[in-house]
């Protein structure tokens, strides 16, 4: 028996929660992303050029695969709950060489790393489902190939993980 939540439903309720952020306080009105978009793996390297060249703050959501957890509940039977693991590549923009306001922030912009914590604090726990809040997971600095990175003058982006819970299978085994 299976209850899984379609892939692309939870995709569209991480963007839907994501385009809701906003800047400091929760009175704020300004977005914390000017752009948010589903994107696969393989066109990550143009979807970066393309988006990150033109806005200031950006939000590429990328599935990755399942994860499965699994539990016997007895009589041979397996409960396996299931999460979509997600990248997000998260990316500002700073005018000044070397990019360092692009990370820490600067006199105008927020920074990747203001961004990631503002984005963990505001969906970490919320539910894209029926089956639980999103659980983040690894962050890092994305290292970005000389090539791109001559494309891409100032910038830097963050990946932050996450899991969303995706629903349950039950499988017999004998």
């Known amino acids: ?9 939870l995709l569209e309720s991480l963007k839907k929660a994501l385009e809701g952020l906003q800047i400091g306080d929760a009175g704020s009105e300004e977005a914390l992303f000017s752009s948010v978009a589903i994107y696969p793996n393989k066109g990550l390297a143009a979807a970066l050029r393309d988006l990150v060249l033109t806005k200031d703050r950006v939000c590429l ?12 509940t007895g009589a041979g039977t397996i409960l396996a709950k299931r999460y979509l693991e997600v990248d997000l590549l998260i990316a500002d923009r700073a ?3 070397g990019g360092i306001e692009a990370l820490t922030g600067g006199p105008r912009n927020i920074g990747i790393m203001e961004m990631s914590d503002a984005t963990v604090d505001g969906i970490s726990g919320k ?8 659980i983040p997971s690894d962050g890092a600095q994305l290292e970005i190939a000389n ?3 001559q494309d891409m003058p100032g910038r830097i982006a963050w990946v932050q ?3 969303i819970p995706g629903g349950t299978v039950r499988a017999l085994v004998t």
């Open 1 to 9: 028996m299976s209850n899984l939540v379609p892939t692309m439903r």
């Open 61 to 72: 959501i990328v599935p990755l695969g399942y994860k499965y957890t699994h539990n016997e």
């Open 95 to 97: 005018i000044a060489k």
């Open 127 to 134: 539910a894209m489902s029926a089956y639980g809040g999103v």
């Open 147 to 149: 090539k791109d990175a």
């Open 161 to 163: 993980s996450l899991l």
